[in-house]
Every structure is written in C-alpha cells, then in structure tokens.
C-alpha cells in the first residue's frame, strides 16, 4: 500500500473558524489517526485536559465521521516516517494546548511534515483552520453518511467507508515508537526552528471575506475571546 497522508477538517469547529485531523499510513493496511479537540474552548489548556485522542484502524475515516469531521485530503508519498510521525504525535500528547502557536493546525502540521509530507503552509497564527485546511495540495474528499466523494465532482459514485472490526486504541507503556520526540523545527536555537520561524513571518495574512457564514464565525471568536478574558460586561 502506498504511503499516504490524510487532513481531515471539520469546518463547524472553533465557533466556525474550522478545526484539523491527521491520519497516516502505518503499516500494510493499518492507520494511525488523531487530533487535540480542545472541546473546552480554552486558549490555553492542560494536555490531560484538551482532548488529545489516537487510535489504529484499517479506516481513517470512520473516526472522524463519528467526530463529525465533513472533509478531507489525501497525499500520496515515495517515502515515509511513520515511527517518526507517531514519536512526534506522543510529543503533541504532553505539550499545553494553545489557541495562538500550539493548536490543531500546528499539531497536524508538525505529524505529518515529519511522516514526509513537505510542502504543507505553514501553520501561522492569523491564519484559520479552514483556511489552513483550503491551501493544502492534494486529493479532496467530502464525508457523509453514505461514505465519501470527491469534492471536485459531486456526480461521481459514492465510495463506501464502514467502521472495520480490531480497532485498537494506542494505550499503555510506550515503547520504542511511542518515546515523545520534538521537530527538529520546535526545538530552541537551531537551525531548523530559525528557518521555521523566519518562513512563519513572511506568511501573508488570510484575504477578508465578506460573507456572512465568514462575519458569523468571526464574532463567534471574538465572543469567545471576551468571554474567557472577562470583557463582555465593561
């Protein structure tokens, strides 16, 4: 089976600003699939606290249908990490949730560059999930309940996607794969996290758009934002 990585959004998330998942080829036919749902809607949330799931399964798509994920897209790769990808995922699993430079955008961002995707946007700050989620390149697929279609072409025949028996929850002592493993682009004073950081600052921000599905998502954020802060009755 070919190396293959998954980025699946549901555009409902964040009061509308959009929310990512990642999947990936493990082995044969098995995947690896996670996010940190953050379902608290905190800026700032402790990782026993923030969501964190991963699991195995031989159908990607059947856990993020369950957790009402609607879209996705599919990168195809020569070569892949996946011992890599998932040292980086059991990282993301101890790291404090943060809305401005530790959210899903840069946790999906972090598994799968390492798993080989390299040509992923960067995650950056004033960018949203949804718009994070509209610049990568690749196959993209809808979700409903009858299965999944391409989003390209609303004609072509559904294909199935049911919830296959085994699935297994990574759970218990880790071992060699399991040990936390930071990108080398996280880690303080080097070369790769300069490099990392320097790209972020020449991203351009998100185009305004004026619709009102994009105004509603906006103030819901905004809402959110002087409700945590304690603004909403000055």
Partial sequence: MANRAFIFVRRSGAYGIGHVGWAFTEEN????AG???NHGGGLRTLPSEMDFWMLRTRDPIAPMRDRHYDEFKVIDLEQADPIG???VIFWVKQQV?????????DDVY????????QQLPVPAQHWEPNHWFDQVQGAHYRIDDAGVAPEDDKMKPVMSSTVEPGLVRLEGSP???ETPA??????PETEEAYTFQATLATVRSMPVVSSQSNQSATQGLLSRLMHLFGFEDR
């Fill in 29 to 32: 036919d098995i995947f690896t």
């Fill in 35 to 37: 996010s940190v749902e």
């Fill in 85 to 87: 990808a998932k040292r």
């Fill in 97 to 105: 949730y943060a809305t401005f430079g530790r959210n899903c955008m």
């Fill in 110 to 117: 972090d598994v799968l560059r390492v798993y080989g995707v």
């Fill in 175 to 177: 071992d060699a794969e």
């Fill in 182 to 187: 930071a990108p080398t682009w996280r880690t």
